[in-house]
Structure formats: C-alpha cells, structure tokens
C-alpha cells in the first residue's frame, strides 16, 4: 500500500490566491481515480525555502491518497499538470510505502 502526498500552495507565485475551483477539481480528480482524498487545510502548514539570501515562504494544502498500485508515469503527468495549473516550477508530490494495521 502507498500513501500519496500532494503539496499544494494556497497563492500563486504572485501572492494572489488560487481559486477554491482549482482545489475542488484537483480533489475530485484524485477521489475519482482513488476513491477516495484526504485534505489537511485547516492547520498552519507552511513551507520555508532559501531562494539565494532571502527565506521564502509559502502557506500549503497537503492533499493524500492511498493505492495499492503506483503508477509513477500517472503522478509526473499529474504533477507537472499540477505545477502548471498553480503556476509553479515545482510541486513536491511524495510517496511513502504503508502498511494498514
């Protein structure tokens, strides 16, 4: 089993917000093809990176799903749709390998 995680940020590189319509269609699209998603927006997840001296920062939805299989060529597709989508030059889309109690 693989838990699926998708960071998202909740404003485009502009610092304007990304319309509540592209989360909805992003999360009908992966409980469509899983089954099932989980969202976790209502916390304060923030992530922190260096761009040369200068620390930037970026409020995030963290998006999961859980499949058996893991079809990597589906998640680049939907990774770098993603990106474009959100108008970013990477989203970090992660895998970790489970196993349900």
């Known amino acids: 089993m693989h838990l699926v995680e998708v960071f998202l940020p909740l404003t ?6 990304v319309p509540a319509a592209i989360f909805e269609l992003i ?6 093809r899983f089954g099932g998603v989980t969202e976790y927006a209502r916390g304060s997840a923030r992530g922190l990176w260096k761009t040369g001296h200068q620390l930037e920062a970026d409020s ?10 893991l079809d990597k060529d589906w998640w680049e597709e939907f990774r ?11 989203l970090v889309v992660r895998v970790t390998s489970i196993e349900r109690l």
């Open 60 to 69: 995030l939805v963290v998006l999961e799903v859980m499949t058996k299989e």
């Open 80 to 90: 770098h749709r993603t990106q474009t989508l959100f108008r970013q030059e990477e």
């Open 12 to 17: 485009y590189p502009s610092r304007d917000l």
């Open 27 to 32: 999360e009908a699209e992966l409980s469509e």
